[in-house]
């Protein structure tokens, strides 16, 4: 079965807050308002414009341990949302899906039993590769984003 930490796995992608209208932001000893109407892209102002949630245990069908603990490092470790944005853009992510590739399509990668049932039959049960599953999911996510300039994202 899936545990907690893996069922949540999310995947965001954030690009720079370009506010249409003058922004007033106070410092923080309240004095006089900054107002400001654009923003560079290395600005720690963002918004969130896609996310993604997993739904199975990604992990479950990798048999390399190895393989298995450089990922979920690489994941949690250089997609931190507490990274500035230009340190997990979005060519970071690239990188990161061409390094999953091989082993997603490799052969330790297995077939497992999914999380969902058939609905009308409880007792079917449906197989999942969930990392090949979850290379494409991220292969997508890449391709849609790969050329927004400011795109970054965070894995959770």
């Known amino acids: 079965m899936t545990n907690d ?40 102002l963002h918004r969130e414009v896609f996310s993604w949630q997993a739904r ?46 091989p082993i997603a399509t490799s052969k330790t990668s297995k077939w497992t039993a999914s999380r969902q049932n058939d609905p009308e039959d409880p007792a079917i049960v449906f197989g999942i590769n969930a990392l090949l599953a979850f290379y494409n999911q991220v292969a997508w996510i890449y391709g849609i984003f790969r050329n927004a300039p400011d795109a970054s994202v965070t894995i959770r």
């Open 56 to 101: 199975e245990d990604i992990w479950g069908g990798l048999e390399d341990d190895e393989n298995r603990v450089l990922l979920m490092e690489k994941l949690r470790d250089e997609f931190d949302a507490l990274l500035p944005p230009v340190e997990r853009n979005i060519a970071k992510f690239g990188r990161l899906v061409e390094e999953l590739r």
């Open 5 to 44: 930490t893996t069922a949540s796995l999310k995947i965001t992608v954030w690009r720079a807050y370009r506010p249409g209208k003058a922004l007033a932001m106070y410092a923080p000893s309240g004095s006089n308002p900054i107002i400001n109407t654009s923003f560079s892209t290395d600005t720690w």
